[in-house]
């Protein structure tokens, strides 16, 4: 029975990765988003005082220089001259004492965050901005710590884009093998598990920014990353929730394109749940329904979809009634 039921599960998913060798070329995948570099930090400020969310800094009169204002003064100082260690440990000490108010807090945390990042520390910066976030939900700083969390995650996922182009060389015939992901002793990165990493920062920077502007772009990175690790379950809920949550996105139809391969891949055939063949259902009535550039150019292809999932569906009424 086992060996029948792994007969049928490798019958299906060839089936459907025939589905997914069907598409364009031009089909999204991770390595067609921009390439980063590192992530450039903002010129130090020209002039001394209080920063303000837009990257400027606003002159600020401090009378006691031994005060929370004060040390916080100096420090902005010392990030205006480029020194951003000795900043840091002001920024820190200060971020650690929940007596001082609430906005020095709040400023402090951020400058930290600035500084690990100026260093390169971008690690350590991540997890300041997560922080943040965390203990201040409506800090003045949000925009910019989700674009410096998402900027840096988009950094470390370039070992990944490179091990998709060798996979994809390697299927062309160009090369024997794919580079594996080793740890690393660069500051910029994570010492083990970048992409893991990168993915928790994507997934913050969608938590704590639901409807912003760069949550559908986390998700859909997120969702192509776990479709390269053939973890088609993972990748199905990162790209139905495009769908779900930003049906506007300009990612929206590759992710349901991506969604319906998804859900046909993690069905395991016929003998499994038969739930994700329904979804792919919806999801295919949906693409013609609502993503004109589906319905008009991949329709072949969304046909095809409605073939293989009736067929499903059919073999498994089928084996219901024999039981």
Sequence with gaps: MDDRRNQQGAWWTALACGFLMSLTPGCATLDNLPLVGAPKGLPPPAESGVLLPDGTFEAATITDPNSPEGRLAS?????????????????????????????VLEEARFLEAECLRMQGHYPRAADTYVDLLNKFDRTQYKEQAIQRMYDIANYWLDDTRNQMREDRERKEGKRWLVSPIFITFDKTKP??????????????????????????KALFMCGCVKFF?????EADYYFSQIHER???SELAPQAVELAIISKHLST????????????ARMLVHAAFNNYPELA???????????????????????KVEQR
């Design 75 to 103: 420090g902005k100082e010392l990030f205006r001259q480029g020194n951003y260690a000795h900043a840091e440990r002001i920024f820190r000490r200060l971020g650690k004492n929940k007596k001082h108010p609430l906005p």
């Design 191 to 216: 010492f083990l598990d970048r992409e893991g990493r990168a993915i928790e920062k994507l997934e913050q920077v969608r938590y704590h920014d639901v409807a912003g502007p760069l949550a559908d």
């Design 229 to 233: 690790r053939n973890d088609f379950a």
């Design 246 to 248: 930003h049906p506007n």
């Design 268 to 279: 395991g055939g016929s003998d499994y749940d038969g739930r994700k063949v329904a979804e």
């Design 296 to 318: 008009d150019n991949k329709k072949e292809f969304l046909s095809r979809q409605l073939v293989g999932i009736t067929l499903q569906q059919a073999e498994k009424d089928f």
